[in-house]
């Protein structure tokens, strides 16, 4: 059944088409493709990280910036600020983000439950976009898998400013080699406009998202 | 509106449809309030883009493209998501993509599943099926939710629920809810739908969703939403089903750097909706044990047949052109008889019913082609529409049922679409409108805006390209044998 369904199918395809297209065709035809808009930006990094933090500000994130020394201070500051006491942590991240006084939980393939029964977690990134305010995550150490990210209701993120890129295109382009991952494009805290078009903070995913961003 | 699901084989033609809903005061209003709302946005975020135009292009040329060579591309979606540990199905039609995910659900061993707000389970009615196989299926999109628990139906393909308001929405909720204090701001909805669908979440084991793209390198999958509803869907069950219009695949990653710039700003008016997920196959500690894909046709090949059809699954869903048409705007999205709604509805509806229903949907315009100007991927939908409209006097004749049908159309288009219509499109329109008669004279059966009134009684031959004397000199030539038209 499955197969006549695919055959049947393709065979319309081609000849809807006329032609039996060759990959090879479609990948010269792909290259010659036009591609007239804006690749790369052209900001200096510390215009590049106002735009990000202007962003995020818009999606009513808090930013912090701190020295590198100074991040677990940091990492404190945020969770007091928003008394954050039981942290989901993903494998992998670092001893040295972790402040004391804070019960961190570390997600070794917890229940969905057991998820929920965090209050928040806190997480690295792979790379934010300037541009839109985004922050992309994907499944390796100190990130974690996407349920960790997703279920509590508070999202502390720590990015390094190395990983800010300008653009939408740019951050393609540096992901694709780890294209194969999970990977989860984080632009504020959840939302919905559903009812009468109005922009609602925290439906179903976490309902604050806060960022870290390392010098 | 009532449950009974938008099927366009069986919905009341257009002009009768939209002359009920245009009673309706309340949901004119609302949809007006939201697609202002939406406009306003789009307008904002895409004015802040100095390549805007130049990416609709490039969308455009990588739609065409990969329509071009669909073959090429299903198939290597198919092997690499394979490769990753998916399960790829293929479904000729709507029936078959039903009959398969029945089974699949069943073999998951639920008797439930959380869904996704998908457009394409909506075309064919994924849940009255479900629940004929006894299967009860969640919707959990915020708007998807109102709409079932409403008994309603979608009336937009990214806003299903802006024909209803903030006090609609509370009623229904209070009542299904079992909520009777509920306030009724937009956060006190929201909340009281998380902690209904909370519990769903943690429990629910298996998942269904549609797809904004299929990425053919990877064998990827990208979902675009807002809420957070979808992530849930995608990583938490045990058994991830997601059903995919075969126009839904795109050749590389990398074009997800065009797509992912036009689709959030057309749709929702932001600069990135706040999430997008990313997954390829089944990964390992990361979300359902379980992934299949359904590769559904359902009149999509007919549509790639006709090379002036084409275009149509070029649509990457983004709602642009139903916030933007006049007409759409007063009538609301149920008129259409069809869960695409608007323009891309008006084009879309009557091929996927292969143009044996709906047949009164590509007049359902006044071609003013503000959903042109908005196309992401710079669909020409007028054009489409007047194509299609050649299709129906065709298959039909000048008199048969639909063109009848559209001599009550001339009260829906007053105001706005007419002055639109008229300023905006006049001349462009006037070329595709004229078919040949017998003697190869022009005839324009239809005419948009001002004129519509007076065509509806009779038909009005072709504008003179030519001065009378010139025209009348030919005339005597050709007499003569030498000049045909
Ligand atoms: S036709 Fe164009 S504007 Fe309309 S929904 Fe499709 S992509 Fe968006």
């Given amino acids: 059944m499955a197969t006549d369904a695919r055959t049947a199918i393709l065979s319309k395809i081609r000849s809807a088409l006329g032609t039996k297209a060759t990959p090879e065709a479609a990948a010269a035809a792909w290259a010659g493709l036009p591609r007239d808009y804006v690749r790369v930006s052209t900001g200096t990094k510390s215009e590049l990280i106002e735009r990000l933090i202007d962003r995020l500000h818009d999606y009513d994130a808090q930013v912090l910036e701190v020295e590198a020394t100074d991040l677990k201070a940091g990492v404190a500051k945020m969770l007091t600020a928003r008394g954050a006491t039981k942290m989901l942590i993903p494998l992998g991240l670092s001893n040295a983000l972790l402040p004391e006084g804070v019960d961190f939980t570390v997600d070794t393939g917890l229940s969905a439950a057991e998820l929920d029964a965090c209050g928040g977690v806190l997480t690295e990134a792979t790379l934010a976009i300037a541009e839109t305010g985004s922050l992309v995550l994907q499944n390796v150490a100190g990130q974690g898998r996407r349920a960790g990210s997703l279920v509590p209701d508070y999202h502390l993120c720590v990015v390094d400013v190395a990983k800010v890129v300008g653009t939408v295109p740019e951050a393609i382009s540096a992901l694709q080699a780890t294209a194969g991952l999970a990977t989860t494009f984080i632009s504020g805290p959840s939302a919905t406009a559903d009812i009468e078009m109005t922009r609602i903070k925290g439906v179903h995913g976490p309902r604050f998202l806060d960022v870290i961003l390392v010098h | ?485």
């Avoid at chain 2, 895409?46 to 135009?53: A, I, R």
């Avoid at chain 2, 078959?96 to 639920?110: C, N, Q, T």
């Avoid at chain 2, 009260?411 to 002055?419: D, L, V, Y």
């Fill in chain 2, 1 to 485: 509106m009532s449950g009974t699901a938008l099927d366009p084989r069986t919905a009341p033609t257009f002009p009768m449809a939209a002359h009920k809903l245009m009673g309706d005061t309340q949901l004119r209003k609302n949809v007006r309030h939201a697609t202002d709302v939406i406009q306003n946005k789009r307008a904002k975020v895409v004015g802040e883009m100095p390549d805007w135009q130049g990416l609709r292009e490039a969308g455009k040329s990588l739609r065409e493209h990969t329509m071009k060579h669909l073959d090429v591309y299903l198939e290597q979606f198919e092997r690499n998501c394979t490769a990753a540990g998916g399960v790829v199905h293929w479904a000729r039609n709507g029936e078959e993509a039903k009959r398969i995910v029945i089974d699949l659900v069943k073999a998951s061993g639920s008797n439930e599943v959380i869904k996704i707000k998908s457009m394409t389970t909506e075309e064919i009615q994924l849940n009255t099926a479900l629940e004929a196989a006894g299967i009860r299926p969640y919707e959990t999109d915020l708007a998807e939710l109102i709409i079932q628990l409403g008994k309603d139906q979608p009336s937009h393909i990214v806003v299903p629920a802006l024909h209803k308001n903030r006090q609609q929405i509370r009623e229904i909720f209070q009542r299904e809810m079992n909520l009777p204090d509920l306030g009724n701001t937009p956060q006190d909805l929201a909340d009281a739908a998380r902690l209904f669908l909370r519990e769903k979440f943690l429990k629910v084991k298996t998942g269904v969703s549609g797809a904004n793209f299929l990425i053919a390198e990877t064998g990827g999958v990208c979902v675009v939403e807002s809420e957070g509803n979808g992530r849930m869907c995608l990583t938490l069950p045990e058994t991830l089903i997601t059903i995919a219009g075969i126009d839904k695949v795109v050749p590389r990653f990398q074009d997800l750097e065009v797509l992912l710039q036009l689709l959030p700003r057309s749709a929702t008016g932001e600069r990135m909706n706040p999430y997008n997920s990313v997954w390829t196959g089944v990964h390992p500690g990361d979300g359902p044990k379980a992934f299949h894909v359904i590769l559904m046709d359902n009149a999509r090949t007919e549509i790639l047949a006709d090379e002036e059809g084409r275009q149509t699954l070029n649509c990457i869903r983004c709602g642009a052109c139903q916030n933007a048409c006049p007409v759409y705007r007063q009538t609301g999205g149920h008129a259409y008889g069809s869960v695409y709604a608007g323009p891309i509805g008006a084009i879309l509806t009557p091929q996927l019913q292969e143009m044996h229903h709906a047949q009164t949907l590509p007049y359902a315009s006044s071609l003013c082609g503000a959903c042109y100007e908005v196309c992401p991927v710079k669909i020409n939908i007028p054009e489409v529409l007047i194509h299609l409209r050649n299709k129906v006097v065709k298959q039909n004749g000048p008199f048969g049922p639909e063109a009848l049908a559209m001599r009550g159309m001339a009260m829906i288009f007053r105001s706005e679409a007419r002055f639109r219509a008229a300023q905006r499109f006049g001349r462009m329109a006037e070329t595709p409108l004229v078919r040949k008669d017998g003697n190869g004279e022009g005839w324009i059966g239809w005419l948009p805006g001002l004129l519509g009134g007076w065509t509806q009684v009779r038909d009005l031959q072709e504008m003179p390209k030519e001065t009378f004397r010139d025209w009348w000199e030919k005339r005597a030539d050709a007499k003569g044998g030498k000049h045909g038209n």
